[in-house]
């Protein structure tokens, strides 16, 4: 009786998970998200995402964060000044998860992001073409001075969070040693990212690439 109770339970649990799937073929986040980024140097940067302004964007990485997609992957961009970029498992640049995500920047038809791209400010990267060509790669906005901060990205790029700890480390990260390709001369690790989504599971629509 109770193993039949508990059967029913679940059916009727998961029939209501399902009823409320949405586009993003799983349940889509909302609100404040934190994610802990270890880095094997430097320390930890803790980002807050904004799942209300990009809410694809920030279901996609948190479910790449639950795959463990991120550890151990690099920072393989640094652009003093500018930016840090990870999210690469090739760490060339070129490299990502197989598939890309809508944009959720007005460029691409949405409205609904107003985020800034100051210092801290963490995005996607994504191909010049498609506008919908984002997949792992993000970046985290270095800019040394108020006035030098790339708010010409707004718009063109789906800013999805802020750093709320931790922008010293990020800071650091930004002046280390660049070939000419601003690859790190040094191995810049992703330990760990970590986030607690309460054990739901949060998959974005995938666009075949």
């Not at 029913?8 to 209501?16: A, F, K, M, R, S």
């Not at 993003?24 to 609100?31: D, K, R």
């Not at 270890?38 to 799942?51: H, M, N, R, S, W």
């Not at 302004?53 to 639950?66: E, H, I, Y």
Request: glycine share 14%; proline share 3%; net charge negative.
């Amino acid at each position: 009786m109770k193993r039949a109770l508990r059967t029913v339970l679940t059916v009727l649990i998961l029939g209501t998970v399902l009823a409320g799937l949405g586009a993003c073929g799983g349940e889509e986040l909302s609100g404040k998200v934190r994610v802990e980024m270890v880095f094997e140097k430097y320390g930890t940067i803790v980002l807050e995402l904004d799942a209300d302004a990009a809410p694809v964007t920030v279901t996609n990485f948190v479910g790449l964060v639950n795959d463990g997609f991120y550890d151990g992957l690099t920072i393989h961009r640094v652009q003093k000044g500018f930016v840090i970029q990870g999210g690469d498992p090739e760490g060339t640049g070129r490299g990502g998860p197989g598939y890309a995500i809508k944009g959720e920047f007005s460029q691409n038809g949405f409205e609904g992001n107003t985020l800034s791209h100051t210092l801290g400010t963490v995005s996607m990267a994504r191909q010049s073409m498609p506008l919908d060509s984002a997949g792992s790669q993000f970046f985290i906005v270095t800019n040394e001075t108020e006035q030098s901060a790339p708010t010409y990205l707004d718009g063109a790029y789906a800013g999805f969070g802020k750093v709320v700890y931790g922008m010293d480390t990020a800071m650091e990260i930004s002046r280390v040693s660049t070939d000419s390709s601003d690859r790190p001369l040094t191995k810049q690790a992703i330990k760990s990212i970590r986030v607690d989504t309460k054990g739901v599971e949060y998959k974005a629509e995938k666009i075949d690439k």
